[in-house]
């Protein structure tokens, strides 16, 4: 198949996330069984124009900031130098409404929509912008069809109005050969933390509550003063946590990591004895899968896409978002029994095994294979 992506990234932007992955992950390996396949995403300041990874051609235009306005204009013309058999939009920033330039079978894959959560995130005019993109989604994409990497996902898509038979879930995956626990790894056993310690990876950002956890811990430390945080990740909400971070007295028992190469991703997972993700809103969650690939459960919100992640009280515990109280009683409860935390990673990491990024290109092929032969 002759395959156009367009998504507002790519893997080599500053800027990239799980999005990135997600579409890098199924794509690349698409594109290694020999499909053609293309993407339209934005540049950034001294990006090259054009680059081919992991045999996907890219076209980048604009920047993160225009890209909106740039995005429609560049698909056309990429449309007009090859024509695909199928066209796929990343919907995870702004959506293009690329249906509305072609003929051609389109694929919406929809990691998230924000909704209102948007609120949390960008000044009031930036999310009323993204929460009035997403308002006309079912009417705008009617033609297309969905993949949703979630049943959360999926049933917010439907909510807004898209049929149901539209939509296909297919759930990220993870390398459980490289994620790993440690004593099967191949090195000496380290085990986890001789003192209790918790591990948040991601971007930091406002929306993704990172403020919640730092609340918690505090909370937490007055019962057991041994617990600690490693805060591994970038973003423009980093300052404003280290000085919660100092505000709450937690001192050295917070440790901002900053940007982790993959090792040292994999090092912090392993050793930690919760992953803890606690964001209003997700797609999925990776880090969920790769934190369970290491034998680490997950202490999250009970929300969107984290609900699907984690199998409350079988890979990880769940609690309600922004319940601070909640939270800091679960971080109590692990740190007071490691059987459980062993018990809940050997059962997260069985649960991670199951979920291959080969499957999920298997499943996308099939889907797009459908698409644009008319059988969906």
């Known amino acids: 198949m002759k395959i156009l992506l367009v998504n507002w990234q790519d893997p080599e932007n500053p800027h990239a996330g799980g999005a990135e992955q997600h579409l890098f992950e199924t794509f690349g390996r698409l594109a290694a069984r020999g499909h053609q396949v293309r993407l339209v995403c934005s540049g950034w300041p001294g990006a090259a124009p054009r680059a081919l990874i992991q045999g996907i051609e890219i076209?980048?235009?604009?920047?993160?900031?225009?890209?909106?306005?740039?995005?429609?204009?560049?698909?056309?013309?990429?449309?007009?130098?090859?024509?695909?058999?199928?066209?796929?939009?990343?919907?995870?920033?702004?959506?293009?409404?690329?249906?509305?330039l072609t003929d051609i079978p389109v694929l919406a894959m929809v990691p998230h929509l924000f909704g209102e959560t948007a609120f949390?995130?960008?000044?009031?005019?930036?999310?009323?912008?993204v929460w009035l993109a997403e308002r006309p989604l079912a009417r705008r994409y009617r033609r297309a069809w969905f993949q949703a990497v979630s049943e959360s996902t999926r049933?917010?898509?439907?909510?807004?109005?898209?049929?149901?038979?539209?939509?296909?879930?297919?759930?990220?995956?993870?390398d459980s050969v490289r994620f790993t626990p440690e004593s099967d790894a191949g090195r000496a056993v380290g085990g986890r933390t001789a003192a209790p310690s918790f591990v948040y990876v991601g971007r930091l950002k406002r929306y993704k509550g990172v403020d919640?956890?730092?609340?918690?811990?505090?909370?937490?430390?007055?019962?057991?003063?041994?617990?600690?945080?490693?805060?591994?990740?970038?973003?423009?909400?980093?300052?404003?946590?280290?000085?919660?971070?100092?505000?709450?007295?937690?001192?050295?028992?917070?440790?901002?990591?900053?940007?982790?190469?993959?090792?040292?991703?994999?090092?912090?997972?392993?050793?930690?004895?919760?992953?803890?993700?606690?964001?209003?809103?997700?797609?999925?969650?990776i880090t969920v899968l790769e934190a369970g690939a290491c034998g680490t459960p997950t202490l999250a919100s009970d929300s969107p896409g984290l609900r699907d992640s984690v199998r409350a009280g079988e890979t990880g515990l769940l609690v309600p978002h922004g319940d601070i109280s909640a939270l800091a009683g679960r971080m109590?409860?692990?740190?007071?029994?490691?059987?459980?935390?062993?018990r809940l990673g050997?059962?997260?990491?069985?649960?991670?095994?199951?979920?291959?990024?080969?499957?999920?290109a298997d499943a996308t092929e099939r889907q797009l294979e459908e698409i644009s032969n008319g059988r969906s």
Do not use: C, M
């Not at 560049?74 to 919907?91: I, K, M, Q």
């Not at 949390?120 to 912008?129: L, N, V």
């Not at 050997?346 to 999920?360: D, F, K, L, N, S």
């Open 332 to 342: 109590l409860a692990l740190a007071g029994d490691a059987e459980l935390v062993g």
């Open 346 to 360: 050997a059962a997260a990491r069985r649960y991670a095994e199951a979920h291959t990024w080969g499957a999920a």
């Open 120 to 129: 949390s995130e960008a000044s009031w005019p930036a999310a009323a912008i």
């Open 155 to 174: 049933d917010d898509l439907v909510a807004r109005g898209v049929a149901a038979e539209r939509i296909r879930v297919v759930r990220p995956g993870v």
């Open 212 to 285: 919640v956890a730092l609340r918690a811990l505090a909370l937490a430390r007055r019962t057991r003063p041994d617990l600690s945080l490693d805060v591994a990740g970038a973003g423009d909400y980093r300052a404003a946590l280290e000085r919660l971070a100092a505000g709450l007295g937690l001192g050295s028992a917070v440790r901002f990591r900053g940007y982790v190469s993959e090792a040292e991703k994999i090092s912090l997972l392993r050793r930690a004895w919760a992953n803890v993700f606690v964001s209003p809103k997700e797609g999925w969650g």
């Open 59 to 100: 076209e980048r235009i604009a920047g993160r900031q225009t890209f909106a306005l740039a995005g429609r204009g560049a698909v056309r013309r990429a449309l007009r130098a090859a024509r695909p058999d199928v066209l796929v939009e990343d919907v995870n920033k702004l959506p293009l409404f690329t249906p509305t």
